[in-house]
């Protein structure tokens, strides 16, 4: 049978390879003539962000050839109109030579100018269209520039002439169906792979895509631009919603929410700068005390015994609860993993309506006080992959001199779509942290996955025994399913074993534990929980929270409204470190300005949020814009009653925090990109 297969697929593959050699040759031009990076600067960093930036153009390869081979894969076209289709063909070639090849003209341009690569807020200057068309012709040369477009994309069509003679016009050879298919096949497969970006560790269960948040591994985001390919991050910042504030709303509330956060308004228009000195509660002591964060994986209060479950799911937390500082109150802004870790780390809640904010490469590089840890040896540990919503671009961009452990670096194997179990996890981490330079303390961020679906126990568990339990009691008290009521139990147990870890490794007692949950699964019975959190919604956002520090910090029940924002002000006063921030975290052990504490919270995502703000008795909820305000008592068995009216001051005071802390949230997510 004539199959000609080969022929296509040479065709293809050769058109591929002109893609790949151009877009080569254009980063090589940009790192030698515009990036600003010389070729035996940081040599670890630099060769690898290449290779990462290779592995986007030879994806952007594949699906500029993509039409081409549809188009020569359908039989009866070739057939009926094979000069037509050629022409067509050739057409196609032709226009996205001429737009690939200016994106790049337009990239080299701006980043010469703004040091940043080509992306979606480029297209502001066409407001005004006049102004930039003539600062373009009078700053470059414009005729040679038009001259070298037009030679590349002449030079380029010719190569694809060339190889429609050597591959389309060559003469028909017979394949046989079975070569056929299995080239057919391996050709499949290897676009695939090409087209995921990742040639090396994948997870087959839970493939990663490459992302533009790899490039930034290194931290140096001079180095990272060279990882990044303009056309695909063109596109990738395309698709990102403004978040813009509300001008008017947070201007006319920006004195409320000044006092909240302590500062004192310059009248030189909306800041939240401030400045906090070294705190007199800070710890004694000449060498200051190492801090974990560890984030649990869709841990909340309901399925918590401190909190009132009564189904024993977690004998170790409760145990640590009465040695701890523990928090009645604390909450999430935002449910979701990537938005607690975003928070977590720069002290401003995601309220971004569309995705993440992790995702907008315009703006994960923040300030964070992690940074003002001056002395402290920094790690983050994922046992799964980072590249997961960009987290690793927030974490590499944001924190200076972090090593970041995830899939790829562990010993251990992985057990599901979420990497290595979160035992192996926090044993792995308990190596790194006791193999650290002992003349220094650390930083830790551990961020566990185990509590999520598909809830997987691993054979590999130092002897955790899962249990038995009738559906409809685990149901009853908040999981909805025994594996989740497990999975939740060996959270639970590796938390208790990771302690006996920091002892055994000698840096228990001058470390602060920091845990907290990352956000509940919305439960549809919690009958040992007050009906307020089912009712309105705040199970999702209601999650524990401890200080585990028995050998520097006196138990201390909490019960005051906190936040998660307030979690790196409080160990920067507790470590006796000053620090400058615009962010909306605030040290829990300083007195709260406007009174009884509040805290912002989103209750419903989406493009038209619900918003809210909570103290430890109420909770005021309104639309994002303000309206249809309504406020609740969270101790009341009618909880979705509006008692405004019964507390008319205090209804004021939140339905102002609430709608200005949403707006200053807004405002901070872009006024706190780091220069």
């Given at each position: 049978?004539?199959?000609?297969?080969?022929?296509?697929?040479?065709?293809?593959?050769?058109?591929?390879?002109?893609?790949?050699?151009?877009?080569?040759?254009?980063?090589?031009?940009?790192?030698?003539?515009?990036?600003?990076?010389?070729?035996?600067?940081?040599?670890?960093?630099?060769?690898?962000?290449?290779?990462?930036?290779?592995?986007?153009?030879?994806?952007?390869?594949?699906?500029?050839?993509?039409?081409?081979?549809?188009?020569?894969?359908?039989?009866?076209?070739?057939?009926?109109?094979?000069?037509?289709?050629?022409?067509?063909?050739?057409?196609?070639?032709?226009?996205?030579?001429?737009?690939?090849?200016?994106?790049?003209?337009?990239?080299?341009?701006?980043?010469?100018?703004?040091?940043?690569?080509?992306?979606?807020?480029?297209?502001?200057?066409?407001?005004?269209?006049?102004?930039?068309?003539?600062?373009?012709?009078?700053?470059?040369?414009?005729?040679?520039?038009?001259?070298?477009?037009?030679?590349?994309?002449?030079?380029?069509?010719?190569?694809?002439?060339?190889?429609?003679?050597?591959?389309?016009?060559?003469?028909?050879?017979?394949?046989?169906?079975?070569?056929?298919?299995l080239g057919g096949t391996v050709v499949t497969a290897l676009v695939l792979v090409g087209l995921l970006g990742r040639y090396t560790n994948i997870n087959l269960e839970n493939p990663v895509p490459l992302r533009w948040s790899d490039a930034f591994f290194s931290g140096d985001s001079q180095i990272g631009a060279l990882g990044l390919n303009p056309l695909l991050f063109l596109y990738d910042t395309w698709d990102v919603q403004d978040d813009g504030y509300d001008a008017e709303a947070l201007t006319r509330l920006y004195p409320v929410v000044a006092n909240y956060l302590g500062v004192t308004p310059s009248g030189q228009g909306i800041s939240f700068e401030r400045h906090v000195g070294v705190q007199p509660h800070a710890l004694p002591g000449e060498r200051k005390p190492n801090i974990v964060f560890i984030m649990l994986e869709s841990l909340g209060t309901s399925a918590v015994g401190a909190y009132g479950n009564p189904l024993n799911p977690t004998p170790n937390l409760d145990a640590l609860a009465p040695q701890s500082w523990f928090f009645k109150h604390f909450y999430v802004p935002v449910t979701g993993t990537a938005k607690t870790v975003w928070a977590s780390i720069t002290g401003i809640p995601d309220v971004t309506r569309q995705e993440t904010a992790s995702r907008n490469p315009l703006i994960i590089r923040q300030n964070t006080l992690i940074n003002a840890l001056e002395d402290y040896q920094k790690i983050y540990t994922v046992g799964g992959s980072a590249g997961w919503a960009n987290i690793n671009g927030v974490i590499m961009q944001s924190i200076d001199d972090i090593t970041l452990y995830e899939e790829g670096y562990w010993q251990a194997p992985n057990v599901d779509v979420w990497g290595i179990s979160d035992l192996d996890l926090f044993k792995e981490t308990d190596q790194i942290l006791q193999a650290l330079p002992e003349d220094k303390p650390f930083f830790a961020y551990i961020q566990t996955a185990g509590n999520h679906r598909p809830f997987t126990i691993p054979e590999d568990n130092d002897g955790f025994e899962t249990l038995d339990l009738p559906l409809e009691q685990v149901q009853e008290f908040g999981s909805r399913s025994v594996e989740q009521y497990n999975a939740v139990r060996l959270l639970d147990f590796n938390i208790g074993r990771f302690m006996e870890m920091a002892k055994a490794g000698g840096y228990y007692e001058n470390t602060i534990f920091v845990l907290f949950g990352d956000h509940n699964t919305r439960i549809s019975q919690l009958p040992h929980m007050p009906p307020a959190f089912e009712q309105l919604g705040l199970e999702s956002n209601h999650v524990p929270m401890l200080i585990h520090a028995p050998g520097l910090l006196e138990p201390r029940v909490f019960e005051e409204a906190t936040g998660l924002a307030d979690l790196l002000p409080t160990m920067a006063g507790l470590v006796g470190v000053e620090y400058t921030t615009r962010t909306m975290g605030r040290d829990i052990l300083l007195p709260s300005p406007e009174g009884e504490r509040a805290i912002p919270v989103v209750l419903r995502e989406g493009t038209f949020p619900l918003i809210g703000v909570v103290t430890k008795d109420f909770l005021v909820q309104m639309n994002h814009d303000g309206t249809s305000p309504s406020m609740h008592d969270l101790a009341s068995l009618e909880p979705l009653q509006n008692v405004a009216e019964q507390h008319p001051e205090e209804y004021q005071r939140l339905l102002d925090l609430g709608r200005g802390l949403y707006e200053a949230a807004r405002f901070m997510l872009t006024d706190n990109v780091r220069e």
């Open positions: 049978m004539n199959i000609l297969l080969s022929r296509r697929l040479g065709y293809f593959a050769g058109g591929t390879a002109i893609f790949f050699l151009l877009l080569a040759a254009m980063r090589m031009l940009f790192f030698v003539g515009f990036s600003g990076v010389a070729p035996d600067e940081n040599p670890e960093a630099v060769w690898p962000t290449l290779g990462i930036g290779l592995q986007f153009d030879m994806r952007l390869a594949l699906l500029l050839m993509l039409p081409v081979a549809l188009a020569l894969l359908l039989p009866r076209l070739r057939q009926r109109f094979p000069v037509q289709l050629r022409w067509a063909l050739r057409g196609y070639l032709a226009v996205a030579l001429m737009g690939l090849v200016l994106i790049y003209i337009f990239d080299f341009g701006h980043y010469a100018y703004l040091g940043v690569r080509l992306n979606a807020s480029a297209f502001r200057y066409t407001a005004d269209a006049q102004i930039s068309t003539d600062m373009i012709w009078q700053t470059y040369p414009v005729v040679w520039i038009t001259l070298g477009w037009i030679a590349t994309v002449a030079l380029t069509l010719f190569a694809f002439l060339r190889l429609e003679r050597v591959t389309l016009d060559r003469p028909q050879v017979p394949v046989p169906r079975l070569a056929a298919g």
